[in-house]
């Protein structure tokens, strides 16, 4: 069903596993990058020692990307966001990539704004830079919070396994997957793409089970609330959801910004996610640490206030 979501083309193999959430999921996305990597290197010739492997992705990433390179010792390239990007830099990120790139991750909603990654350009760029070398680099798109929605909010938006050089994703079904917490996604569009050292083969529990997630046991609830919200409200039923939280946040969005008060720097068009900062020059006795402080106090400590 998600490689459907995802358009995962009849042509190739996908492959996949669920994991306890992105955090498995984007650790096992970034394992298979790094042992296909280094096998191309090495029928290529490369001296794989002389350099560290790095990882290509902008500054916007969540920690689970830090945990990766810091666990399998790869460095991380960061292309910086800034208030003209706010999102990854499309005119700087090919500059940070190199013989030594095990690959780029774009991210498809960004964990503190909520924007996305323009997957479409930077595999426009991909495509190029690949054609003028044996060093192949590729995608995998971190879309932990936007691989369950943008396919059902904004389906002709191409992120996905439609783009040449997408090769990975990762969603949680904890998050727009709207099943509660242990629940994560990754696919693979062909299965070359997952070296095949990293899928085990267990029998012990009867047949040949073949496992490549990092947890072996965890809870099966998960994986049938996330089943069943698929069939119960199906392809129509999510739309209506998302869509519905969708125009929630566009009216957030209006209304707090015709307060006069607010800078809205992300209007929730993409992501069902609403900041804003205050005005520069706002004479206020008061800033948004104490609304945050205000909304504790009210007991509301899951609203998520962007302070930058
Ligand atoms: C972009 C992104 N990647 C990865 C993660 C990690 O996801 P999980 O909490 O499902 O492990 C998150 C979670 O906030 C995220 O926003």
């Not at 498995?24 to 394992?31: F, H, I, K, P, V």
């Not at 040949?208 to 089943?227: C, D, K, R, V, W």
């Not at 519905?244 to 006069?260: C, D, N, Q």
């Amino acid at each position: 069903m998600i490689a459907d979501l995802w358009n995962a083309s009849e042509k190739e193999k996908f492959m996949g596993t669920s994991t306890i959430g992105s955090s498995e999921a984007c650790m096992l996305g970034g394992m298979a990058m790094k042992f296909s990597w280094r096998k191309r290197a090495e029928k290529l010739g490369l001296d794989i020692n002389a350099k560290k492997p790095n990882l290509v992705i902008s500054s916007g990433y969540q920690v689970c990307w830090e945990k990766f390179c810091v666990y399998w010792d790869i460095e991380m390239r960061e292309v910086p966001m800034d208030r003209e990007h706010m999102s990854i830099n499309l005119d700087k990120v090919m500059d940070y990539v190199d013989e030594y790139t095990i690959g780029v991750v774009g991210i498809m909603g960004i964990t503190y704004t909520g924007r996305y990654d323009d997957i479409k350009a930077l595999d426009n760029l991909i495509e190029e830079y690949n054609k003028q070398t044996d060093y192949k680099v590729y995608i995998h798109v971190d879309a932990a919070s936007g691989g369950l929605y943008a396919p059902f909010v904004e389906p002709e938006l191409e992120w996905d396994f439609r783009l040449k050089n997408v090769i990975s994703i990762n969603t949680s079904g904890h998050k727009y997957g709207l099943v509660y917490p242990g629940v994560g996604w990754v696919l693979w569009r062909d299965k070359k793409y997952l070296p095949e050292e990293l899928i085990f083969k267990v029998s012990y529990l009867g047949g040949e089970l073949p496992t490549m997630a990092i947890n072996f046991s965890h809870s099966a609830s998960q994986l049938i609330g996330q089943y069943y919200n698929f069939v119960r409200y199906g392809f129509d039923g999510y739309k209506a959801i998302h869509e519905r939280t969708h125009k929630v946040a566009m009216y957030l969005a209006e209304e707090i910004e015709k307060t006069g008060m607010f800078e809205i720097m992300n209007d929730g068009s993409q992501l069902p996610i609403v900041c804003y900062k205050l005005k520069e020059n706002s004479n206020l006795g008061w800033n948004l640490y104490d609304l945050a402080d205000r909304l504790f106090n009210e007991g509301m400590a899951s609203a998520c206030l962007s302070t930058s």
